[in-house]
């Protein structure tokens, strides 16, 4: 499906050479900063800075013309006022480059009238001139396999997950937790105002693109809600989709109208557009970075059934507690594990009744030993009463209880389990007095691939949107409904 | 008096409806006295009688609707009263006629409505009827076109969904009638681009079929 767009936008994410407009030698411009991300990461064809001014950077010469530049450019960034837009994009059909992205704005989302007028004649000089347009008013495109960072520079590792924002900071700090989470993109691109490409034609090519796997997108409007809602519905068919729409309140369309230039939806309209093509719908930027990460990390899943362990060494009974609410509030479950289970637990640990049901106690391990902590854990996600395995692990108690080598052999296990058990198991690493100990938990288990979150909440959050999704597409076709798979860790 | 020029008048509403196969109550329009006398008997008391003018939006608060009419006496004075108050309430406005249709059993009350939407374009909302749809805005969405599973999760969407269900032995409202009836309204709108807004309300919903008793259609 959208085969087509992977050709289409092939110069936007994968350009062979780059030039960069509104660049100079000694100002902190944003085209400067852009010349110096696409070196520093490695962009693997010509980077060709372009400005008035003259002189050098990055040991690169600055060409004061787009049409002076030697060789070839397939792709344009631009970053100059808006009153020299027209004339640049002259200079780009007079290069035969194929695509421009607009970091310039004071557009429609400034001015309705004139800014909406200069972006008409824009798209129909580019479109006389065979010039694609991101943007205006965007930080474009992020492509660490094509090794294109956005403005700010850092990369991140190539993955399989893939997003489209309509606002540049979201995008950019999209990336940047994704680095910090072990989130790795496919593709991400800001389309700002989005006066050519825009929402539907990123979605469509990601849903396309055999590199991505997920699809997450920011939105605030859309100027072809029949366009954007036919293509949310094609692409939730084919991959997950998690959505998430800023400006929901009056407060928040007001500035999305002046963010963006999007018109405003009620926004229980959009939420039920978004129920109906079968997107999964967030609601901050954290769950759906938590959803996201979810998806990278389990594929499609299936199952409700959740096995708490509320606290891996001691403390855990009001954890325990309140995990149990967060999952049921999430329309998630937790069964009672099952006889057989709970028996052997029993005579493991030393103890009976109900701090074995689910959620567990294995707090009484910490007087048997790591071995016996481990027999625990394995049996409770042994159990076939239970599709998935929360844990709790404070690394407050945890570390004191179980020392520095412990607390890494904890985590060794954790990510054996993982790979022995067809079963997900989810950690929760909530903050506390040993943020290094804990960052480097996080870092470790991530790099197993298992999922952590700072909170119950947000784990069951996640997992529930999981869920909603796999249940969706199991009732539209029954064929997509996979068996549990868990992809290798690596 | 709240005038809309882009107004169908109920009957002409529910002939549109209708032609849609869309389950309305029969409905025709009388312009005399007589006229609405012999087409009551035709249809069987009691009946329901309410002003049909396309510049009186809320009929019953000026007396523009008499419910329960027995017989062909209660009928012809139903007819003066309508006529005597509207011409008092609403002096400028165009009558066409009184329409006349049975008075149907009661059942759940719901609403099924149309609006447009400045991104989504035409956008089916469904609610349960009276005080749950105006002060909870107990309601969902969606836009068009819906297939019937589309209308079957926005029926249970609502939170009111159980009242639906049956409670307090009643028996439950039969969901494939409701579902089908949105679907149909999703596939009239979808054909008729030129309406604005459209409003069953209310729907009827027995445990055998839906049926809309009261309908408004806005054009362009």
Wanted: charged fraction near 20%.
């Amino acid at each position: 499906m959208f085969e087509e767009k992977l050709k289409e936008l092939e110069p936007v994410f994968y350009p062979r050479s780059i030039a960069v407009v509104g660049a100079s030698a000694n100002s902190v411009k944003a085209g400067s900063a852009w010349v110096w991300s696409l070196v520093s990461a490695g962009f693997p064809g010509p980077v060709y800075p372009v400005g008035s001014s003259g002189g050098r950077i990055a040991n690169l010469d600055i060409f004061p013309s787009l049409r002076l530049i030697p060789g070839e450019v397939d792709y344009v960034i631009v970053a100059i006022p808006r009153r020299s837009v027209l004339e640049l994009l002259d200079d780009c059909i007079a290069k035969s480059v194929k695509a421009v992205q607009f970091f310039t704005a004071g557009f429609s989302e400034m001015d309705a009238q004139q800014g909406l007028q200069l972006e008409k004649q824009m798209v129909e000089k580019a479109r006389r001139g065979n010039i694609r347009i991101v943007g205006p008013n965007c930080i474009g495109v992020y492509c660490p396999e094509q090794r294109i960072p956005f403005i700010m520079g850092a990369l991140g590792k190539s993955g399989c997950v893939g997003f489209a924002s309509q606002s540049g900071g979201i995008a950019g700090k999209l990336a940047t937790l994704g680095m910090a989470r072990q989130i790795d993109y496919s593709k991400g691109v800001s389309f700002g105002n989005g006066i050519d490409l825009d929402a539907s034609d990123f979605l469509q090519y990601l849903a396309a693109d055999p590199k991505t796997k997920v699809i997450g997108a920011y939105l605030e409007g859309t100027r072809d809600g029949a366009r954007l809602f036919n293509t949310m519905q094609a692409v939730a068919r084919v991959k997950p989709l998690v959505v998430w729409k800023g400006g929901r309140t009056e407060a928040g369309a007001q500035a999305a109208r002046s963010h963006t230039g999007s018109l405003a939806s009620s926004a229980a309209i959009w939420s039920a557009a978004l129920r109906q093509v079968g997107a999964v719908e967030v609601y901050s930027l954290e769950e759906l970075t938590d959803t996201l990460l979810l998806f990278q990390n389990l594929g499609r899943w299936q199952g409700r059934r959740v096995a708490i362990i509320g606290g891996l060494a001691d403390g855990g009974g009001g954890m325990s507690v309140s995990a149990g609410d967060a999952c049921m509030d999430n329309e998630l479950e937790v069964p009672p594990l099952s006889p057989e289970t709970r028996e052997e637990l029993s005579a493991l640990l030393g103890e009976a009744g109900s701090i074995l049901h689910n959620p567990v106690d294995v707090s009484q391990a910490q007087f048997r030993g790591l071995e016996t902590l481990f027999r625990a854990i394995d049996l409770v996600a042994r159990d076939t009463a239970v599709d998935a395995v929360l844990i709790q692990e404070d690394i407050d108690i945890v570390l004191p209880i179980y020392s520095q080598q412990g607390l890494e052999e904890i985590s060794e296990f954790f990510i054996h389990l993982r790979s022995k058990q067809n079963k997900p198991l989810l950690v929760v690493l909530p903050p506390g007095s040993s943020e290094p100990e804990r960052l480097q938990t996080e870092q470790k288990l991530l790099k197993g691939s298992i999922p952590v979150f700072c909170s119950v909440e947000r784990a069951a959050r996640a997992l529930s949107n999981l869920n909603r999704y796999s249940f969706r597409r199991g009732l539209v076709d029954p064929s997509l409904t996979q068996p549990v798979t868990m992809p290798e860790p690596g | 008096m709240t005038k809309s020029h882009n107004a169908l008048t109920e009957v002409e509403a529910k002939e549109l409806l209708a032609k849609a196969r869309i389950p309305v109550v029969e409905t025709k329009l009388a312009r005399s006295k007589r006229e609405a006398i012999s087409m009551s008997k035709e249809m069987g008391f009691p009946v329901v009688l309410k002003v049909n003018s396309r510049d009186v939006i809320h009929k019953s608060d000026s007396g523009g609707v008499k419910l329960g009419l027995a017989n062909a006496t209660q009928a012809g004075k139903a007819y003066s009263e309508i006529m005597s108050s509207i011409r008092q309430a609403h002096p400028d406005a165009r009558i066409e006629g009184i329409s006349v249709q049975p008075m149907v059993a009661p059942a759940v009350e719901v609403i099924v409505g149309m609006s447009k939407d400045p991104q989504f374009g035409p956008v089916i909302m469904f609610g349960l009827g009276g005080i749950l749809v105006e002060v909870l805005k107990d309601v969902s969405f969606r836009i068009v076109p819906l297939t019937e599973r589309d209308a079957g999760e926005m029926i249970r969407e609502i939170k009111g969904y159980p009242i639906l269900e049956g409670y307090r032995g009643q028996k439950p409202a039969s969901l494939p009638a409701l579902e089908k009836l949105i679907v149909q309204v999703s596939r009239f709108v979808e054909k008729n681009s030129h309406i604005r807004e459209l409003d069953l309300n209310p729907v009827f919903a027995y445990p055998d079929r839906a049926l809309a008793v009261d309908a408004r259609i806005i054009l362009e």
